[in-house]
């Protein structure tokens, strides 16, 4: 039987090989509980979460152990962003620095919500604050493929 994270992570794998400007990109899983982290051409970290929600806004839930992966994934790996898949509209791409702006470390349960009107921007939210700009759904992979220059 095919897991319901599966499909929502293949939606991200899938984008990000299509979208590869070189011979190809190279991705394995980083190793966490949560099965939720990949590797992208061996110093890039992916943190995937899902919504199945049809509709905005989408809002994830990120338990403690999610946040002690992500920050593991940052101190290992030269760059980490969290995926969010928004149901069948769209992904949000957020850089570590964002994450880290919506959110403080002093709670064991954050949230992000990710909201949409047709046609527009993401506005994204977490527990500890709004993010000041916008995010877009060209964003990912866009963001990857930029972090990968030096």
């Given at each position: 039987?095919?897991?319901?994270?599966?499909f929502?992570?293949?939606?991200?794998?899938?984008?990000?090989?299509?979208?590869?400007?070189?011979?190809?990109?190279?991705?394995?899983?980083?190793?966490?509980d949560?099965?939720?982290?990949?590797?992208?051409?061996?110093?890039?970290?992916?943190?995937?979460?899902?919504?199945?929600?049809?509709?905005?806004?989408?809002?994830?839930?990120?338990?403690?152990?999610?946040?002690?992966?992500?920050?593991?994934?940052?101190?290992?790996?030269?760059?980490?962003?969290?995926?969010l898949?928004?149901?069948?509209?769209?992904?949000?791409?957020?850089?570590?620095?964002?994450?880290?702006?919506?959110?403080?470390?002093?709670?064991?349960?954050?949230?992000?919500?990710?909201?949409?009107?047709?046609?527009?921007?993401?506005?994204?939210?977490?527990?500890?604050?709004?993010?000041?700009?916008?995010?877009?759904?060209?964003d990912?992979?866009?963001?990857?493929?930029?972090?990968?220059?030096?």
């Open positions: 039987m095919i897991k319901e994270f599966e929502y992570h293949g939606v991200v794998l899938t984008k990000l090989v299509q979208n590869t400007k070189s011979f190809g990109v190279k991705i394995r899983p980083y190793p966490t949560s099965n939720a982290s990949y590797i992208v051409d061996n110093d890039i970290g992916l943190y995937v979460k899902y919504s199945s929600k049809r509709m905005s806004p989408w809002r994830f839930s990120l338990q403690r152990i999610h946040q002690q992966e992500i920050v593991k994934m940052k101190n290992d790996l030269r760059d980490v962003f969290l995926v898949v928004c149901g069948e509209d769209g992904l949000v791409t957020l850089s570590y620095q964002e994450l880290t702006a919506i959110w403080n470390d002093n709670k064991n349960l954050k949230w992000i919500s990710a909201a949409r009107s047709p046609r527009k921007e993401y506005t994204i939210k977490g527990s500890d604050g709004i993010l000041n700009r916008k995010v877009g759904k060209s990912f992979p866009r963001k990857i493929f930029e972090s990968e220059t030096p």
